[in-house]
């Protein structure tokens, strides 16, 4: 998974497309199971997941209402389409991308 930049995700929100932001922290004990879970259960799905850690950029953050991690938001251009905040087992991540 790649991790951008507050940015690289506006242009992402920009082309219309649909992805997956993970928004985590470092010092996040279940961000790290959840990004581990996303690497092996991702390719799969054919929908891309980016990284966007919430400490890089506060102000980008609070736009996109991230108020606890780690929180995943499914995006159809700049519409949040879902929304789970928490970790996920690999089938309610299946689910929550279908």
């Not at 991790?3 to 992805?19: I, V």
């Not at 929908?47 to 736009?63: A, G, L, N, Q």
Request: glycine share 6%.
């Amino acid at each position: 998974m790649q991790e951008l930049t507050a940015e690289q995700l506006r242009e992402k929100m920009e082309s219309g497309e649909r992805f997956i932001i993970d928004y985590f922290a470092t010092w996040c004990g279940p961000c790290k199971m959840l990004s581990r879970i996303l690497e092996t259960s991702g390719d799969k799905l054919g929908v891309p997941i980016y990284k966007f850690d919430v400490d890089s950029d506060r102000t980008f953050t609070m736009e996109q209402n991230i108020r606890s991690v780690p929180t995943l938001k499914l995006y159809e251009g700049s519409s949040v389409v879902k929304s789970h905040t928490g970790i996920l087992q690999e089938s309610q991540f299946e689910t929550f991308v279908n």
